[in-house]
């Protein structure tokens, strides 16, 4: 046994730890996959479950259920986020709540087009790979510098969508224009999604070298699983609106 290590923001719970005890890319490797499978196991039973829901007129609990489960899912992310004693129950509630939103958000889009949730996964997996590459190969770095990159990309984003949120409102843009501008905000965010993974992958670094207890390890995979849900919303926002200026221009 040995003292715990002062570390930022990283609550051990004990002064002392075993070596086994400690977080390690392994252990947040394998919980990312955990959350991930279970996310997706979720979407797959509820891509399928959907259309009967609707084709038996409970339209109403589907909507009860969807707000039920945005709720729960954004506890769930903020509590694991929050707490790493309370990580491990709360990532997994936040996999199967988001796993059933992004079902039925994926069950609606390939109704309306096919093959846009099935792109998007792929892509979201592509990016993520990417990014963790130029992560570890010192491509892309966390700092301070990137970090108001992060920020201006999320006000300029904010201060877009409200821009094009008035002007649609007022009635000074037609379809197409109102179309672009949106394309162009969800491009704004979806760079913002992407390069805020490049601090999920630094709190990861962190939470190893730092000496935190395993617990940590669930509260790192649980913002690696938010972080891609996210990515995976975006694209498929993009993809729907590129199909949908496509279709206007036809």
Do not use: C
């Amino acid at each position: 046994m040995r003292q715990t290590p002062l570390f930022s923001n990283i609550k051990t719970g004990a002064a002392t730890y075993d070596d086994v005890d400690k977080a390690s890319y392994k252990g947040i490797t394998i919980k990312t996959l955990l959350l991930f499978l279970i996310t997706v196991a979720v979407a797959i039973t509820t891509i399928f479950a959907v259309p009967r829901i609707i084709g038996s007129n409970n339209v109403g609990v589907l909507i009860g259920a969807l707000i039920g489960s945005a709720i729960v899912a954004l506890v769930s992310a903020l509590v694991g986020r929050l707490s790493y004693r309370l990580a491990m129950p709360f990532s997994i509630i936040y996999s199967f709540a988001m796993g059933f939103l992004l079902g039925f958000i994926s069950a609606v889009v390939e109704a309306y087009v096919p093959g846009i949730a099935t792109t998007a996964v792929f892509a979201t997996l592509i990016i993520f790979g990417i990014m963790l590459i130029l992560f570890f190969t010192g491509v892309i770095k966390a700092s301070n510098k990137l970090m108001a990159i992060v920020i201006g990309l999320l006000l300029g984003g904010i201060s877009l969508s409200l821009f094009t949120f008035i002007m649609a409102w007022t009635g000074q843009l037609t379809v197409t224009q109102y179309l672009w501008l949106i394309l162009i905000v969800e491009a704004i965010y979806l760079l913002y999604a992407v390069i805020t993974l490049t601090f999920n992958f630094a709190e990861a670094v962190a939470v190893v070298n730092g000496g935190a207890t395993r617990n940590a390890e669930w509260s790192v995979a649980l913002g690696l699983m938010s972080a891609m849900a996210y990515i995976y919303i975006e694209l498929v926002r993009i993809l729907l609106i590129i199909a949908s200026i496509v279709g206007h221009n036809n």
